[in-house]
């Protein structure tokens, strides 16, 4: 249903990464067009543990008009040049996720790996990892870029810090923010749009769009509006998860590591100022205090806080767009942080947003193009993750067993069966991870394609080999070149006592 009322208010339900992400892009972009206000309370604590990113969210901050330095400084901030697996592919294995692309030598017809591939069969090639500067760069724990380029790169951030930086950015810009608990969500009679929101204290709220950002209720998305949910759990079985702070006791890495543990897995954070860790887990195998104990046997460090539970249904809103009405964060569906995409799907889903904003009132046409195109990226995301689980040869325990024999969505079953039948990585539409990333993972977790592309065997031995070390050579000396992750973030970007 459509309305023709011009979109004056937006008015953004919760805070957090969230609320203060979307409120930075709009007020930066938006601000002169339109009035911002935010409304969230202190009493409502926020998940916080989004505190691994992607290489996008670089792009966003430019959007937001945020500054690099200032932002690692206020958030603690150390760089991130992907993610480390260990003992996905089995136990006692390791492979490195980079946010690097995997060669140079692509032609139109092929991609470099075949190349690589062929090299490999012949006896003349080294490991992957050597033709990536983004993981040659992680195994050494070196960093640097310059306004002259560097590698691709995101950020490990604290996410308590990161929200208040946001906020003071924002108020600084005009946004309004509420302090208050939303307690009823008025709809207009007639179309079903929402008017107002009304709030604990006896306020109210009037807006012509809302953006809701109040976490895993979506209190407008749902409560109100009742969307509906699409459940993913019987190919994303984790539904539990417990986040704790420790003491750095070692250098800050400059990538996220993931372990697989009993029935689940393990991630470990690293800032300036502390590490952030956490198991994702399922209730169907193992319960709270197992999960506990597991993660508590297995961080370095002195204990900054006590483990604090997050549980969790995977899946995603049947709508991401509904009436007047958008769903950002939790609000809009999870997918668990196993590639660091939450913050990221924030700032795609106001970017997209801000492109087709309704200035002249919402339109079908605008709604129904925007959600199908959140839907077919949301999807790309979960057949990615599941790749992590399916394709495992760990089996030591119940949970691993099953994701060895759990069904897959038939998009992933075709990529799985094309790469493993002739190599071929085909970028899909809406596709937010690149033929570098699907190459990275598969061959990591075990995959050897039966074929590949035959152009590489018109390459004499000389040439194939001669080109792999010369990429190899320029590698290593770039990566000699650079300073160490920590020294480089000492220079650009300390915290400040």
């Given at each position: 249903m459509q309305q023709s009322k011009p979109i004056q208010k937006v008015v953004i339900a919760g805070g957090g990464t969230a609320g203060w992400a979307v409120a930075a892009g709009l007020s930066q972009q938006l601000g002169q067009l339109i009035e911002i206000e935010l409304i969230e309370s202190e009493d409502i604590g926020t998940v916080g543990v989004g505190?691994?990113?992607?290489?996008?969210?670089?792009?966003y901050h430019r959007i937001a008009g945020?500054?690099?330095?200032?932002?690692?400084?206020?958030?603690?901030?150390?760089?991130?040049?992907?993610?480390?697996?260990?003992?996905?592919?089995?136990?006692?294995?390791?492979?490195?996720?980079?946010?690097?692309e995997v060669g140079k030598a692509s032609t139109w017809m092929t991609d470099f790996h075949h190349f690589w591939l062929e090299a490999r069969k012949r006896g003349l090639a080294g490991p992957l990892d050597e033709y990536c500067l983004e993981a040659a760069a992680s195994w050494k724990q070196k960093f640097a870029f310059s306004e002259k380029g560097g590698p691709n790169f995101a950020y490990h951030l604290d996410a308590g810090r990161y929200a208040r930086f946001l906020r003071g950015k924002c108020e600084a810009r005009g946004v309004v923010r509420r302090e208050g608990m939303i307690e009823h969500v008025e709809l207009d009679p007639d179309d079903g749009f929402i008017r107002r929101l009304h709030l604990k204290d006896g306020g109210v709220v009037e807006g012509d769009f809302f953006i809701d950002c109040t976490g895993f209720k979506g209190l407008l998305i749902e409560g109100a509006l009742k969307t509906g949910y699409d459940d993913w759990t019987h190919w994303l079985p984790t539904n539990r998860a417990l986040a704790v702070q420790t003491q750095a006791v070692r250098d800050p890495l400059p990538y996220t590591v993931s372990t697989t543990r009993t029935a689940g897995w393990q991630w470990r954070i690293p800032l300036q100022h502390r590490v952030g860790n956490g198991l994702v887990?399922?209730?169907?195998?193992?319960?709270?205090?197992?999960?506990r104990d597991e993660l508590l046997a297995n961080i370095e460090g002195e204990l900054l806080t006590e483990p604090r539970p997050i549980r969790y249904t995977t899946g995603a809103r049947r709508k991401q767009w509904n009436k007047n009405c958008l769903a950002l964060g939790l609000a809009s569906g999870f997918l668990e942080p196993l590639?660091?995409?939450?913050?990221?799907?924030?700032?795609?889903?106001?970017?997209?947003?801000?492109?087709?904003?309704?200035?002249?009132?919402?339109?079908?046409?605008v709604v129904d193009d925007y959600n199908a195109t959140c839907r077919l990226e949301l999807e790309r995301i979960r057949d990615f993750i599941i790749l992590?689980?399916?394709v495992t040869g760990r089996s030591d325990t119940p949970f691993w067993r099953d994701r060895q024999n759990q069904g897959i969505p038939d998009t992933l079953a075709h990529r799985l069966q094309l790469f493993e039948e002739s190599g071929h990585i085909r970028q899909a539409e809406a596709d937010l991870f690149q033929v570098s990333s699907w190459l990275q993972v598969m061959l990591g977790q075990g995959i050897e394609p039966k074929a590949h592309h035959q152009l590489a065997r018109t390459i004499p031995d000389d040439k194939l080999q001669g080109g792999l070390q010369d990429l190899q050579k320029n590698i290593s000396r770039m990566v000699e070149s650079m300073p160490a992750h920590k020294a480089f973030i000492e220079k650009f970007c300390s915290v400040r006592c």
């Open positions: 505190e691994a990113t992607i290489p996008p969210m670089r792009s945020i500054d690099e330095q200032e932002f690692m400084r206020e958030t603690s901030a150390t760089f991130k040049l992907g993610i480390l697996f260990r003992d996905w592919r089995d136990l006692n294995t390791e492979y490195m996720h980079s946010f690097g887990y399922c209730s169907d195998y193992m319960d709270d205090e197992q999960a590639e660091s995409t939450s913050i990221y799907l924030v700032m795609i889903g106001i970017s997209r947003f801000m492109q087709l904003f309704p200035f002249d009132g919402v339109k079908d046409s992590h689980y399916k």
